[in-house]
């Protein structure tokens, strides 16, 4: 008879990028587990170098990175990782991007373009990636670019039921910035139960990529309008639908949004318009410079702690927000 002893359970092993430490540091404690050691430097011409400290053979690793700035040199880093892990037999790769870098370009809009979110799921799937998670696309059909499962998380119940506790939901009505928001602006409804409003916008042809004028379909007057979007990247759009709103009789404006990318002059639109709060979640790092008063960050790190285990145990990811009040959707192959 053989001494050979072969394990009979899988090992989970949590791996991080240098993009965002803290969030991968705030899931691994929600998993208690520690992050795998890794090993990661630049050379001097930029080349990105990774090796893990320990052996993943056969284990379940999931490798997370937040596409924060520098954009592209995170995605390269990720992209490398797992390689390395392919390389150094992990039985499964799942990516976690929180904020999937590239979602703003899921179509051609004119000819001669690209489809960089597409590009972007081929390329994980082509590193060796057996499977994506993320949160909030911009798109949902982002989900059928990559070719196997794909775990679409939601923060809308934990952004929904932070703004349920500071407004009385007879008061609020849920706001879409644009007709691209309605979907997500109904599943908001859902689950406050409150009445949805449009902003619709509409451009002058004669001025490339300036709204002309912003239109509101829906009752806003008297009420507390929560405008939700997907992200947040120079604010100017937000704080145009707000002050739509405040001429429309709003009596207040909450921004709820996942995505922070805050980029210049985000931080000094925001502080000094009439919304009253503004709503994130931690999906990318927000420095203390682009930080103002106005703002709450939420942490996203228990639904990815929860998500990864489901996926790790052969759970169900969809049931996490089937749970939710009025049975929020969620995606998953």
């Not at 373009?113 to 390329?123: F, G, K, N, Q, Y």
């Not at 004028?213 to 604010?235: H, P, Q, S, W, Y």
Request: charge should be negative; charged fraction near 25%.
């Amino acid at each position: 008879m053989s001494d050979i002893s072969v394990p009979n359970q899988k090992r989970l092993v949590l791996l991080a990028g240098r993009s965002y430490p803290e969030l991968a540091q705030e899931v691994a404690d929600d998993l208690g587990i520690d992050l795998s050691p890794t090993l990661a430097y630049d050379f001097a011409n930029g080349e990105i170098f990774v090796r893990f400290q320990q052996s993943v053979r056969g284990t379940d690793a999931f490798v997370l990175q937040s596409h924060t700035t520098p954009i592209n040199k995170w995605i390269m880093e990720q992209l490398i990782m797992v390689d390395a892990l392919k390389r150094a037999s992990a039985k499964r790769i799942t990516v976690i991007v929180p904020f999937y870098g590239y979602a703003r370009q899921d179509k051609k809009h004119r000819g001669r373009e690209p489809i960089s979110a597409r590009l972007m799921a081929d390329l994980f799937k082509a590193a060796g990636a057996d499977r994506l998670m993320t949160v909030d696309l911009h798109t949902s059909q982002i989900q059928g670019f990559f070719d196997g499962p794909v775990d679409h998380l939601f923060a809308m119940p934990l952004l929904a039921q932070h703004v349920a506790s500071r407004v009385p939901r007879e008061d609020i009505t849920v706001v879409s910035p644009d007709a691209g928001r309605v979907r997500v602006a109904e599943r908001w409804t859902d689950i406050l139960g409150a009445p949805l409003a449009i902003i619709h916008k509409r451009r002058d042809p004669d001025v490339p990529n300036q709204v002309k004028v912003f239109e509101v379909v829906g009752d806003v007057e008297g009420r507390v309008c929560v405008l939700v979007d997907d992200m947040i990247d120079t604010g100017g759009t937000i704080v145009k639908a707000a002050e739509t709103l405040f001429e429309n009789g709003a009596k207040d404006v909450i921004v709820a949004a996942t995505h922070a990318i805050l980029s210049d002059p985000a931080k000094e639109r925001l502080q000094n318009s009439q919304i009253s709060e503004v709503v994130v979640t931690n999906t990318l790092p927000i420095s203390p410079e682009c930080e103002f008063e106005k703002l709450t960050v939420l942490s996203i790190a228990p639904i990815l702690a929860k998500a990864i285990t489901e996926v790790f145990t052969d759970g169900s990811v969809t049931s996490m927000f089937e749970a939710s009040p009025e049975g929020a959707e969620a995606s998953t192959h």
